[in-house]
């Protein structure tokens, strides 16, 4: 469970106590109607006011379970989170439908909302390099210098030097 490890070490870095894995295997999900419940009863449950995935923009190739996670998370938000008519037997453990109001997609094509990341970026550099299995074969020389660039980038005509770009959907029904 090395990718656990690893991301309990990020989740540290950042300062987040709890993380649920779920343990569906690498380059094996799919869009099931499991594999949606699964996460509609962790919407239900936490009730998130924002949910962040993955942009499924087609500029770019993604990873497969990048894509399926994202595509089953945003249908799980709308409709089935909300909805009352969705696996009624959550309902009977308790968790009652819960709209969230707005998801924003990281890896957009074309963001329309940025975040101030100034004050911030070494801590998620510091979070990016607990993923030793998943950075290795990136070459380090230059990989930080890039990435401010990058982030510098998306904070242009902004009054902050480093902003994270995501394409931001408010959920209005």
């Known amino acids: 469970r090395i990718r656990e490890q690893e991301q309990i070490a990020a989740a540290n870095t950042l300062g987040v106590s709890e993380v649920i894995f779920l343990r569906h ?41 990048h894509r399926i996670t ?16 969705s696996y009624p037997d959550l309902m009977e453990e308790g968790l009652q439908p819960h709209k969230v109001k707005e ?22 550099i510091a979070a990016l390099l607990c993923h030793r299995s998943q950075i290795s074969s990136i070459p380090r020389t230059g990989w930080e210098q890039r990435l401010r660039e990058r982030h510098r980038m998306l904070a242009e005509g ?16």
Do not use: C
């Not at 994202?70 to 008519?85: H, N």
């Not at 030097?161 to 029904?173: D, M, T, Y």
């Open 70 to 85: 994202s595509q089953v998370t945003l249908d799980a938000i709308f409709p089935y989170a909300r909805d009352f008519l």
């Open 103 to 124: 998801v924003l997609l990281w890896g957009a094509e074309e963001p329309n909302y940025r975040t101030d990341i100034t004050k911030t970026f070494d801590t998620k």
């Open 25 to 65: 295997p690498d380059q094996g999900l799919e869009d099931t109607p499991e594999f949606r419940k699964e996460i509609v009863r962790l919407i239900r449950m936490y009730r998130p006011e924002t949910v962040v995935t993955a942009d499924l923009g087609r500029r770019r190739i993604w990873h497969r379970d």
């Open 158 to 173: 902004e009054d902050y030097e480093l902003a994270e770009a995501f394409f931001r959907v408010e959920i209005l029904w």
